[in-house]
């Protein structure tokens, strides 16, 4: 299996670290503070990681917990970078009961990473994510923002493959 990709610490990139102090400054004194730091943070930076919730939690003067709880709670943050594409398996129960672990293990099988894992060349994100609100649909994966239903194992390969070509299309 792949090592996933290695990640820089914004904090070390003295561009990045310029834009997390610039945040906190302009939004720490707000009413709830953490919370529009941080997304702000992953608007910007495009991920938090632990190293950068430590930092955030000093410079706010609040406890390192509360801010660790934010970020873990909600799957808009994530603590790595993602890839170009993310892949989401919904996990609601409608697409669990459907099969939705099989086609996580099937990927895992063809990508070689685990979800909230990126591709060691940065180019797809596997996540899981709560109901979509297509239950009908069960089981729904979510490429990119858009739903396909009733997906099954044997399809996976062919949706990362159409990933795959539309990046070496663009490319091209
Ligand atoms: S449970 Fe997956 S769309 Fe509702």
Redesign the pocket.
């Known amino acids: 299996m792949p090592e996933p990709a290695k990640i820089r610490d914004p904090l070390d990139m003295p561009e990045q670290r310029r834009v997390i102090d610039r945040t906190i400054d302009e939004f720490m004194h707000l009413p709830g503070a953490a919370m529009v730091v941080l997304n702000n943070l992953q608007g910007r930076i495009g991920y938090i990681t632990k190293p950068m919730q430590a930092y955030i939690a000093e410079r706010m003067n609040v406890p390192l917990s509360k801010i660790h709880g934010v970020v873990s709670f909600y799957s808009f943050f994530t603590t790595e970078p993602r890839g170009k594409h993310v892949v989401k398996f919904?996990?609601?129960?409608?697409?669990?009961v459907?099969g939705?672990e099989q086609l996580i293990d099937k990927t895992k099988q063809v990508l070689g990473i685990n979800p909230g894992q990126t591709t060691p060349d940065g180019m797809i994100t596997v996540e899981v994510c709560?109901?979509?609100?297509?239950?009908s649909?069960?089981?729904?994966i979510v490429v990119d923002d858009l739903n396909h239903g009733k997906m099954q194992a044997t399809r996976i390969n062919n949706v990362i493959n159409q990933i795959l070509q539309s990046e070496a299309v663009s490319a091209a």
């Not at 919904?90 to 669990?96: D, F, S, V």
């Not at 709560?130 to 239950?135: D, H, K, L, M, T």
């Not at 649909?137 to 729904?140: D, F, I, K, L, R």
């Open positions: 919904c996990i609601g129960t409608a697409c669990y459907g939705a709560r109901c979509v609100g297509a239950c649909q069960a089981p729904v």
